[in-house]
């Protein structure tokens, strides 16, 4: 092994231990995505949505949380997929995102189209993400879990949402 | 030999650290510092210092006599032990000399133990003044270690400091006031008490974390006012100046140590000197020979109680006062009631007038528990939540539809419950005023003196409750504002004598609650605002262009505007910091209006009208399309469906409606917040009149739902940028309605016709 594949293996390997854990996964247009576990909250159907003014299309509006009230995001239309009407399936979940500059910590919902179960992901089943040309943004992808012959798409939360930017500038 | 110092040094740092903490009776510390006395001892012994050694044995003695329960006053010992390790400390670096040592021992009592060394006798009386001064080197020795050990706190020493500057900032705060009680009643005992133990305590405390300058000067001031208390000094306007001065000194270098700290930088030591001779020259006035405390500041006598409530004349009291000059032991009533002079029933209700004279209103503080105001917004928002579902079991169809007297009965129950749970909740996060005020006080005093005028600041409605965060943000302002009366309304003393007013101004702050609102009320009875200077002002600011077209309540709302230095008006006087336009927005912001009367040598007063609460807005819901929207009710002017023939298009104005003759701009809510509506014609639907600084739109709705008060909830940090909406409130069925920011909706409105 030459020292070049060397350190790319281990690399992968801490990677991989780095990613293990449970996620949440859920299904996007046929997708299956995996959620780390410890970001989400809770679970619930669709509510009732306030639609907010001035806010990038993905943002759906507000609901209320037990009191509180907290933005609802559709990650269909943030990953530029088309809108679907919500069906009884259809779930919000709500997570606690942490924006990687600020450190500030979110409460947001985020639909989906179904959400599947918690699977425990071993550092063996993660393959780092491949790069899929120069027009797909990976940036969001952890990496690539393989359970039971089937690719999980590992998203990184924080930096799809992090941020908080909702408002239409 | 220099490991062996260092051990030494080492060891009386540790040791230095636990005594001066050291609990009388906490044994477990106890066996700790007699292990550690042992080894010093032991490692002084190896290095040949028969000072330290003889002192380190000695330290041991009394140690274990404390443990054996041998000295009789433990708090003593432990006086005598921090002293000790104090000096073994300065011995170390050669500061204290070998006769210091000895005294110390001596004064130990147990000299016994010891050879008696040569010149025992000219020794002798030392140890009484060494236990005094003693401690005077080890404040000092450490001073030189100082900056280093603040260049290395431990998290421990972080939390510890950053708990004294949280402490010592509220003790000084309450110093102030009961300073101002001081100045009034200067024999008041309680008071007296309640300025001297939290200087007793930031004394303490910063000699233990080190802040010697802190220490210093809050040991000076304790001295003070030890002075007074024992008696032996009456507090006059100039022993209130200097403690207050002390306070601002002590705050600027608490709030210096904790910046210091949290920067990791060397803290900035004060010159306190100054100060601190002040502190002495007045303690020294003590051998001035003092007037004797007149008794009259105390409780009123028996006798002239009676006279005063005409149950007996004063020839009565003075007989039966002769009496008493001859037999002491009788009392005055029972003289009285003997002679025949007044009922028992008469001399028992004088007795209990009395007691309550003699205590003067005490501020009865009611117990308080301090909360993290998380907690209390989750627990309220949690209410809010029990109310809704508590309104939607009731309103369930179902439920409603059981005709059963005992279910209707509990749910009528448990809507009284939540109800009162939630005002519960709400009154949590109101505070009396009080506080606020009694700052004002100082404010009022520091800025008459400053410009050597008399003014009486005199608080009315104290009690009376505020949201606890409008409190905070009305500070500011409330102090400039008290200021510029104080400043500007109060004329100097000469010109108030010339127009026939008493010498002393007066400032009269109150608060009240009126219509749903609080009421704060500055009042002065100066020389009033000059309209004529205002005018002219306003007039070469380009703010008006005629004078005629203004009441004079908006010719005196012209000093709130952004610009018009009420400095420049009225007096020279300038650098405030804050202007009127800052209290004006500081008003809005918390939904507020300001009124202010005036008349031209008799004073002006400001009174500003509050929410009762910031948490909630009383609003008008109005519906667009599905959407519903809240708008501050404050802001409604009116609604009403315009005719047909009143919707105009004016050139390059847009849409306007005519209201009784006037053109106001029609606003389209529905292509603000961008929802479909479900008419478009004005004349077929609703405006709303709303008005924000003068200025009126009128909004187009689809309908009018009603008013409503609801809770108040921010969207979050991610939407806070959507500036037409104010915030958010869960309505009646659990959804989320907008509250619209008027101000912002009319910008929205103005850039996109541009």
Not at chain 2, 106 to 129: I, T, W
Not at chain 2, 348 to 361: D, I, N, V, W
Not at chain 2, 409 to 416: P, T
Not at chain 2, 654 to 677: A, D, F, K, T, Y
Request: glycine share 8%; aromatic share 4%; with cysteine.
């Amino acid at each position: 092994m030459s020292e070049l594949e060397f350190a790319t293996e281990s690399r992968k390997e801490l990677n991989g231990l780095l990613l293990s854990g449970k996620y949440l996964t859920f299904e996007l247009d046929g997708e299956e995505y995996g959620l780390e576990i410890l970001k989400v909250r809770e679970i619930m159907g669709v509510m009732d949505i306030t639609h907010v003014p001035q806010t990038l299309p993905f943002v759906l509006g507000v609901i209320n949380l037990r009191g509180k009230v907290i933005p609802v995001l559709d990650l269909r239309l943030k990953f530029g997929l088309e809108y679907r009407q919500p069906d009884e399936r259809t779930c919000t979940i709500v997570v606690e995102v942490v924006s990687p500059t600020t450190g500030a910590r979110l409460l947001m919902g985020i639909v989906v189209d179904q959400v599947r179960e918690v699977v425990g992901v071993r550092a063996e089943d993660i393959d780092h993400t491949p790069s899929f040309g120069f027009n797909l943004d990976t940036d969001y992808i952890l990496g690539m879990a393989k359970i039971d012959g089937k690719v999980k798409i590992l998203l990184d939360i924080d930096r799809i949402f992090g941020e908080g930017h909702l408002v239409a500038a | 030999m220099s490991e062996q110092n260092e051990l030494i040094g080492a060891l009386l740092d540790e040791l230095a650290a636990q005594v001066m903490v050291l609990e009388p009776g906490d044994l477990m510390t106890y066996g700790e510092v007699l292990s550690r006395l042992e080894q010093l001892a032991i490692v002084c012994e190896g290095v040949g210092d028969p000072q330290l050694t003889r002192l380190a044995m000695a330290l041991k003695a009394q140690m274990e006599g404390m443990i054996l329960g041998e000295s009789p006053d433990q708090a003593k010992g432990a006086q005598d032990l921090t002293t000790g390790v104090a000096l073994a400390q300065t011995l170390m670096r050669g500061e204290s000399s070998p006769a210091e040592v000895h005294a110390f021992i001596g004064g130990l009592g147990l000299g016994a133990k010891e050879p008696p060394p040569v010149g025992d006798e000219a020794l002798a009386p030392a140890p009484a003044e060494e236990a005094a001064s003693a401690p005077v080197p080890a404040e000092e020795a450490p001073a030189e270690e100082a900056p280093a050990a603040f260049m290395e706190t431990s998290d421990e020493d972080d939390e510890l400091l950053n708990g004294f500057v949280v402490e010592a900032l509220e003790h000084l705060q309450s110093i102030e006031v009961n300073v101002l009680i001081l100045e009034d009643t200067p024999e008041e005992q309680e008071a007296l008490n309640a300025v001297f133990r939290p200087f007793h305590t930031i004394k303490g405390v910063s000699g233990f974390l080190n802040l010697l300058d802190i220490n210093h000067l809050a040991h000076a001031l304790e001295n003070l006012l030890d002075q007074a208390r024992g008696g032996h000094l009456v507090l006059d306007s100039e022993a209130i100046d200097v403690i207050l001065a002390g306070v601002d000194q002590l705050r600027q270098m608490i709030s210096e140590a904790q910046e210091a700290n949290q920067a990791k930088r060397l803290r900035r030591k004060f010159d306190t000197s100054g100060l601190e001779k002040r502190v002495e020259g007045v303690i020294s006035g003590v051998a001035a020979p003092e007037q004797p405390a007149p008794a009259a500041a105390s409780a009123p006598k028996l006798g002239e109680v009676l006279v005063g409530r005409g149950v007996v004349d004063q020839a009565d009291v003075e007989e039966a006062l002769a009496v008493q000059a001859q037999r002491p032991d009788r009392p005055i009533g029972e003289l009285l009631v003997q002679k025949g002079a007044a009922e028992p029933s008469d001399v028992a209700e004088g007795l209990r007038t009395q007691k309550a004279l003699s205590q003067p209103a005490r501020q009865i503080q009611a117990q308080e528990v301090k909360i993290d105001t998380n907690k209390l917004d989750n627990l309220l928002d949690m209410v809010g939540e029990l109310v809704i579902a508590q309104s939607m079991v009731a309103a369930n169809p179902k439920v409603s539809s059981i005709a059963d007297r005992k279910l209707s009965a509990d749910l009528a129950q448990l809507s009284r419950i939540t109800s009162d749970l939630q005002k519960t909740t709400m009154a949590m996060r109101m505070v009396p005023i009080k506080q606020t005020f009694q700052k004002m006080v100082r404010v009022v005093r520091d800025t008459a003196k400053k410009q050597g005028k008399q003014v009486r600041l005199e608080l009315v409605g104290e009690t009376t409750e505020i949201d606890r965060n409008m409190v905070e943000k009305f500070y500011d302002p409330l102090v400039h504002m008290v200021r510029n009366s104080v400043d500007h309304g109060i004329e100097p003393t000469a010109d108030r004598v010339k127009a026939g007013k008493p010498e002393e101004g007066t400032v009269v702050l109150s608060a009240y609650h009126k219509g749903g609102a609080v009421c704060i009320e500055i009042k002065d009875d100066g020389k009033g605002l000059d309209k004529e200077r205002i005018i002219a002002k306003a007039l070469q600011k380009g703010l008006i262009d005629d004078p005629e077209a203004f009441s004079d309540e908006e010719i005196y709302h012209l000093i709130m505007k952004a610009g018009f230095s009420t400095a420049e008006v009225i007096t020279d006087i300038s650098g405030r910091g804050v202007g009127m336009d800052v209290v004006q927005k500081t008003i809005d912001e918390l939904r507020g209006k300001i009124e202010i009367k005036s008349e031209l040598g008799r004073g002006s007063t400001f009174t500003i009208a509050l929410p009762l609460t910031l948490a909630i807005i009383d609003g008008m819901v109005v519906e667009v399309g599905v959407e519903r929207f809240i708008l501050p009710t404050i802001s409604v002017a009116e609604s009403l469906r315009p005719h047909r023939q009143e919707y105009n298009t004016v050139q390059g104005k847009g849409e306007m409606i005519m209201i009784r003759g006037n053109l106001v701009p029609l606003v389209r809510l529905h292509s603000i917040v961008g929802v479909e509506p479900e008419v478009h014609d004005p004349w077929e639907s609703l405006v709303v009149v709303v008005e924000h600084h003068g200025q009126r739109r009128c909004l187009l709705v689809d309908r009018l739902v009603g008013r409503q008060e609801v809770v108040i909830k921010s969207l979050g940090e991610s939407l806070k940028d959507v500036k037409v909406v104010a915030g958010g409130a869960i309505m009646g069925d659990g959804k989320v309605g907008l509250i619209l920011d008027v101000e912002h909706v009319f910008k929205h409105h103005e850039s996109r016709r541009a």
